[in-house]
């Protein structure tokens, strides 16, 4: 990580379901990877969302959905920005107020990352 600490993902339940659908393999432990090449199985290439999203024929960048999702929680939410920037794994603040925060504000993560998960299922 960009910001050299332990970042957690607050996932929300519509997140939780779709990795819980995933296939599991016995000669990995991700998530989500690659074909087999060989005996082992390899993490999907930085590239793999962008191929999904021009055989979809989508105009948007994997990038853009995160400036999407900072353009939602600032215009359309009354979460904090700091809390937004912090389910991207920005860094917060100056040296001195990170040397103070010590936490990772991980339930309220969870719940923005729900709303948005809402909101992009049209229920929000």
Do not use: C
């Amino acid at each position: 990580m960009k910001a050299k600490r332990e970042h957690r993902v607050a996932l929300s339940p519509a997140a939780v379901a779709v990795l819980r659908a995933q296939p599991r393999y016995e000669d990995t432990d991700l998530v989500f990877s690659s074909p087999m090449r060989g005996k082992t199985r390899n993490p999907v290439s930085d590239m793999t969302l962008t191929a999904v999203m021009r055989r979809l024929k989508l105009s948007a960048t994997v990038h853009g959905w995160r400036s999407t999702f900072k353009d939602w929680a600032a215009e359309r939410t009354d979460y904090a920005n700091e809390l937004s920037e912090m389910v991207l794994a920005h860094t917060i603040g100056s040296a001195v107020e990170a040397a103070y925060r010590r936490g990772d504000m991980f339930e309220k993560r969870r719940r923005l990352m729900t709303d948005w998960a809402e909101f992009l299922a049209g229920l929000g």
